[in-house]
């Protein structure tokens, strides 16, 4: 059998949903463009929090962003080229935590990152969709993506503009990169990015990262990851515990969720 080659580059990426559903393609550019294996650190979920446990549908819950076991995993992982992403920061907004709270979780990602001398890039919030949106738009999602929830527009937006001159003071301060969401990217849903955008939206963050271009590289088929193979869940109230990486690839790269 053929020696594996040792990975080039390690990307550490945290998020939501948006996050969650890009993963796989995601995972699949960073092959492409890092000439060589990749190790892969994911906190992502539909719904995740950056600070507390947090549920999808009543059925499965995930650790805070900031709490999973990502870090000390990466801690004790030895040096390596390091890319990072933050996204999906505003969900927290809508469980009723304050703009500083957020900001708070987000500058530990920031600080740890640091840390690693890693290159970060942080998406910033989706303000434009949400400053248009009428009243009944607003509570028909809020419904529906964070059912529950009693956050009142008027108070939503004022703590997301408060979060997003906080977030571009944290990225300053800490000389992590931006991505600015256009209003086109968001249709009625007014946080998840509309399908035909996805993929411009994911190559606006490749090329803040310091990575070869990917044309005329072979594109692979995108990664199959397990649905429920975080590190640390709980599923109908169960802990569950998986070992990682969750995935093993071909090409030697490796993919851990947390």
């Known amino acids: 059998m053929a020696a594996v080659a040792p990975p080039v580059l390690r990307a550490v990426l945290l998020g939501a949903s948006n ?25 992502c979920g539909h719904g995740r929090s950056y ?36 996204t999906d920061v505003g969900n927290d907004l809508a469980y009723g935590e304050l703009p500083e709270t957020v900001a708070g979780w987000v500058e530990t990602c920031l600080v740890r990152l640091a840390a690693q001398d890693a290159t970060t890039v942080c998406t910033l919030l989706p303000l434009h969709g949400l400053e248009k949106m009428s009243d009944l738009r607003y509570y028909a999602a809020r419904s529906i993506l964070f ?17 997003d001159r906080q977030l571009r003071r944290l990225t300053r301060e800490h000389e992590a990169r931006t991505v600015e969401p256009e209003a086109s990217w968001y249709g009625i849903d007014p946080i998840h990015v509309r399908r035909r955008w996805r993929r411009r939206v994911w190559d606006l963050i490749l090329a803040q990262w310091p990575l070869p271009q990917a044309e005329g590289r072979e594109r692979r088929q995108p990664v199959r990851l397990p649905v429920l193979g975080a590190e640390e869940l709980r599923l109908f109230g169960l802990p569950r515990r998986h070992v990682q990486p969750a995935c093993h690839l071909a090409d030697g790269s490796t993919v851990a969720l947390y």
């Open 147 to 163: 059912p529950g929830r009693r956050v009142p527009r008027r108070a939503l937006l004022e703590r997301a503009r408060e979060l």
């Open 19 to 43: 996050l969650t559903v890009a993963l796989p393609f995601l995972i699949d550019d960073l092959r492409r463009t890092a000439g060589g294996p990749v190790e892969v650190l994911a906190a």
């Open 51 to 86: 600070g507390r446990w947090s549920r999808f549908l009543f059925i499965r819950h995930l650790p805070g962003i900031t709490r999973c076991g990502l870090w000390a995993d990466l801690e004790s992982r030895p040096p390596l080229p390091t890319v990072a992403l933050l």
